[in-house]
Nanobody
Framework: QVQLVESGGGLVQAGASLRLSCAVS????????MGWFRQAPGKEREFVAA????????YYADSVKGRFAISRDNANDTMYLQMNSLTPEDTAVYYC???????????????WGQGTQVTVSS
């Protein structure tokens, strides 16, 4: 079974940067895409970004495009989300997900981490 563990969240001020990591363990399909979702208190989970297995294909929500960058290091079984120019609207629990591409983008992926909290103050 695939296990995903997020890390790197924290409390920062508006305009700061954070880099989230998602460590992958267990058996994973080498063709799996991965992605990030986030959920703020009282709000639905929303898509943030996705990346293909090769790393050549990336997809971003409009709300983070130009500020966030998704990447992956398959040799180290880790996916990253570099977050720049953070605003209070980015405050949420961030979750990583792994599955075939269409399921990741649709939010129906079968493999999820437990999340890491990102809080942005102003």
């Amino acid at each position: 079974q695939v296990q995903l563990v997020e890390s790197g969240g924290g409390l920062v001020q508006a305009g700061a940067s954070l880099r989230l990591s998602c460590a992958v363990s267990g058996r994973i399909d080498s063709s799996y895409s991965m992605g990030w979702f986030r959920q703020a208190p009282g709000k639905e989970r929303e898509f943030v970004a996705a990346i293909s297995w090769s790393g050549r294909g990336t997809y971003y929500a409009d709300s983070v495009k130009g500020r966030f960058a998704i990447s992956r290091d398959n040799a180290n079984d880790t996916m990253y989300l570099q977050m720049n120019s953070l605003t209070p609207e980015d405050t949420a629990v961030y979750y990583c997900v792994a599955d075939h591409g269409p399921s990741v983008v649709a939010g129906t992926g079968r493999n999820w981490g437990q999340g890491t909290q990102v809080t942005v103050s102003s």
